[in-house]
């Protein structure tokens, strides 16, 4: 359903920065020279707020008609980023309403699902890292898993040669979806009713809210494929074509969100719901039962901690790959003075790129999902391993893939969503979850109004073959009925002296591990500013292609050399959209300092208070 309204003048999606009340208004940019500048700033600025008596927060308004994006912001009760406008300002509205860090994430998510479509979901899976001030660090795996009825060749045709279209298209393509099990797995962690955390997306699903310019465009380029994969009507089809200032409504999603609100994780994977989703299945050549759904359970995990100069990381577990590949490229680079090399210099990046060249090759070779698979996870994140990892790194010289190891690679589509949370109890949580593709399968569940995951295709659909992208994936990661397909999504806590101090994440695929792996080497060891490191320019090796990533700003000087040393390099047009949370202490050492940073690259927000 389409209604038009007019074009909001409020509506403005440039980068802003604001504190609470201007408190902060001048509150500097930190010079990349200093190690940890933001720390004094912040506990400066603390100061000041608190010596003015400028702290009352105002209460946040949710306008789904009229919003912007804010692209930095500091407070001191709390803080969410995420990539809308809309879902971060929800989210801070349930921190505003007594909820803490968990109960600010579930309701995120929920909004996400409804203002950001290509990515928020209830139809797909994700993972929840969090560290919660009484009970320490836990992780949350929801990822989709295969349905009974998956075979490892589902997606080969008659010779035996792959057919990617079945297995990122349409129904066939769909996981068992795991975000509402999560949103549920979650909520024990939570302090206020699940009611109360739904509501706003159930609102913003009935009444609509007024689409982004990013977001019109992008479902205006998914209109071909919405009708194709689709046999009933959807809210994302427009055939007047999407602009900014239009207002979606979902009128369906609001009915399913209201049986999820009324019948708790029921109301998905059984009764109305579950059959709707079977229903479609049987429209399509899809195969997800009513007891796939109704077996569907998401699993706590112990998550991947490790230590990194006096910092501890907190990271997800498999069948996440991230959480190993940051620390096998962290710990490869620990003992080498990257903060003498420079930021985004040559040195540094050519040291980064094969640490990322390395942890990509074992990532092809070892990594699947470990209820099924044995991964060598403590020898991939050995020391003496690491160590010989990089025996054969030449500083100013290329190395190779071919000689690396041989091995497989899983490619992976970009289109993910992170939210990253923090409170004023000093409880954290990151959350990334994904349909995969962008809006995944393209079908939307007829009736219940929210598109399925092609989640698929992070399996290898072919063990030991070149697959569409001209890679090759490994049986570890090959498809069993139930198991869960690899994935890179890497949402990460960091603990400075025991105390909160960074919650991040971003989307990306495969270069979610790498991101999230700059962004903190660009904090930690060139002392950048949570603005800085998430807007500089990303680069990203996989191992396979042999082939170097670099963003479409990455400096050209910097390119040429990288070149001489025997590179090739590859220009994207970005990489990553990564949320970031910095935590400081006030002086009185009693509460904490919030400065949440939303990603220039898209319609990314950050809220605090
Ligand atoms: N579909 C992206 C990932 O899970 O890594």
């Given at each position: 359903m389409v209604k038009q309204y007019?074009?909001?003048?409020?509506?403005?999606?440039?980068?802003?920065?604001?504190?609470?009340?201007?408190?902060?208004?001048?509150?500097?940019?930190?010079?990349?020279?200093?190690?940890?500048?933001?720390?004094?700033?912040f506990v400066l600025a603390a100061t000041l707020v608190l010596e003015t008596g400028c702290n009352e927060p105002a209460k946040i308004v949710l306008n789904p008609y009229e919003y912007t994006a804010q692209k930095r912001v500091t407070g001191f009760r709390g803080a969410v980023v995420s990539a809308h406008p809309l879902a971060s300002k929800v989210g801070l509205m349930?921190?505003?309403?007594?909820?803490?860090?968990?109960?600010?994430?579930?309701?995120?998510?929920?909004?996400?699902?409804?203002?950001?479509?290509?990515?928020?979901?209830?139809?797909?899976?994700?993972?929840?890292?969090?560290?919660?001030?009484?009970?320490?660090?836990?992780?949350?795996?929801?990822?989709?898993?295969?349905?009974?009825?998956?075979?490892?060749?589902?997606?080969?045709?008659?010779?035996?040669?792959?057919?990617?279209?079945?297995?990122?298209?349409?129904?066939?393509?769909?996981?068992?979806?795991?975000?509402?099990?999560?949103?549920?797995?979650?909520?024990?962690?939570?302090?206020?009713?699940?009611?109360?955390?739904?509501?706003?997306?159930?609102?913003?699903?009935?009444?609509?809210?007024?689409?982004?310019?990013?977001?019109?465009?992008?479902?205006?380029?998914?209109?071909?494929?919405?009708?194709?994969?689709?046999?009933?009507?959807?809210?994302?089809?427009?055939?007047?074509?999407?602009?900014?200032?239009?207002?979606?409504?979902?009128?369906?999603?609001?009915?399913?969100?209201?049986?999820?609100?009324?019948?708790?994780?029921?109301?998905?994977?059984?009764?109305?719901?579950?059959?709707?989703?079977?229903?479609?299945?049987?429209?399509?050549?899809?195969?997800?039962?009513?007891?796939?759904?109704?077996?569907?359970?998401?699993?706590?995990?112990?998550?991947?901690?490790?230590?990194y100069k006096g910092f501890r990381i907190i990271s997800m577990p498999l069948p996440s790959s991230g959480g190993i590949i940051l620390e096998q490229c962290l710990k490869m680079i620990e003992n080498r003075d990257i903060e003498k090399m420079g930021f985004l210099s040559p040195r540094s990046v050519q040291l980064m790129t094969e640490v990322e060249r390395r942890a990509f090759a074992d990532r092809a070779v070892y990594m699947g999902d470990e209820d099924f698979v044995k991964v060598p996870v403590k020898t991939l994140t050995g020391e003496a391993y690491l160590k010989e990892r990089m025996a054969d790194f030449i500083p100013g010289k290329a190395g190779s893939s071919a000689s690396v190891g041989a091995g497989n690679i899983i490619p992976e589509s970009e289109e993910t969503t992170h939210l990253s949370v923090a409170d004023q109890w000093g409880n954290m949580a990151a959350v990334t979850t994904t349909l995969n593709d962008s809006y995944g399968s393209k079908t939307v569940v007829s009736g219940a109004g929210f598109l399925l995951n092609n989640e698929m295709d992070d399996f290898s659909i072919?063990?030991?073959?070149?697959?569409?992208?001209?890679?090759?994936?490994?049986?570890?990661?090959?498809?069993?009925?139930?198991?869960?397909?690899?994935?890179?999504?890497?949402?990460?806590?960091?603990?400075?002296?025991?105390?909160?101090?960074?919650?991040l994440g971003t989307p990306g695929g495969t270069t979610i591990p790498t991101s999230v792996f700059q962004t903190l080497v660009d904090m930690i060891d060139f002392g950048l500013s949570p603005a800085d490191a998430v807007n500089a320019p990303k680069f990203h090796h996989q191992w396979l292609p042999d082939e170097l990533y670099i963003e479409k700003d990455f400096p050209p000087g910097i390119a040429d050399s990288l070149k001489a040393m025997g590179y090739t390099l590859t220009q994207r047009n970005s990489i990553g959209r990564t949320e970031v949370i910095k935590i400081g202490k006030t002086k009185s050492g009693k509460g904490y300092i919030f400065e949440a940073v939303a990603d220039k690259r898209g319609d990314d927000s950050a809220e605090a208070y």
């Open positions: 007019k074009q909001p003048a409020g509506i403005n999606h440039g980068a802003e920065e604001r504190s609470h009340q201007n408190c902060f208004s001048t509150f500097p940019l930190q010079s990349k020279s200093m190690k940890y500048p933001s720390v004094f700033l349930i921190l505003q309403q007594g909820g803490n860090a968990i109960d600010a994430a579930i309701a995120t998510q929920l909004a996400l699902a409804v203002v950001y479509p290509g990515a928020g979901n209830i139809g797909g899976g994700g993972f929840m890292v969090a560290h919660l001030r009484d009970t320490g660090a836990l992780a949350i795996d929801f990822r989709e898993k295969a349905a009974a009825a998956a075979t490892r060749d589902m997606y080969l045709d008659e010779q035996g040669d792959p057919v990617p279209r079945l297995s990122r298209m349409g129904h066939l393509s769909a996981g068992v979806p795991g975000t509402v099990a999560g949103l549920f797995a979650s909520l024990k962690y939570a302090k206020l009713p699940f009611a109360q955390l739904i509501q706003p997306a159930i609102d913003l699903a009935e009444k609509g809210f007024v689409l982004t310019a990013a977001e019109a465009g992008s479902l205006n380029h998914t209109q071909e494929a919405f009708n194709q994969y689709n046999t009933s009507p959807t809210a994302f089809v427009n055939r007047a074509g999407w602009k900014a200032g239009d207002t979606l409504v979902q009128m369906e999603l609001s009915e399913t969100l209201k049986r999820i609100r009324d019948k708790g994780k029921e109301g998905f994977y059984e009764g109305e719901t579950a059959r709707q989703i079977v229903a479609e299945m049987n429209k399509g050549n899809g195969i997800i039962s009513l007891n796939d759904l109704k077996n569907y359970e998401a699993v706590e995990r112990k998550p991947k901690e490790f230590d072919k063990p030991g073959v070149p697959n569409m992208y001209g890679a090759v994936g490994n049986q570890a990661n090959a498809i069993e009925p139930g198991k869960r397909m690899l994935s890179s999504m890497t949402p990460t806590l960091v603990l400075h002296n025991s105390e909160p101090y960074l919650v």
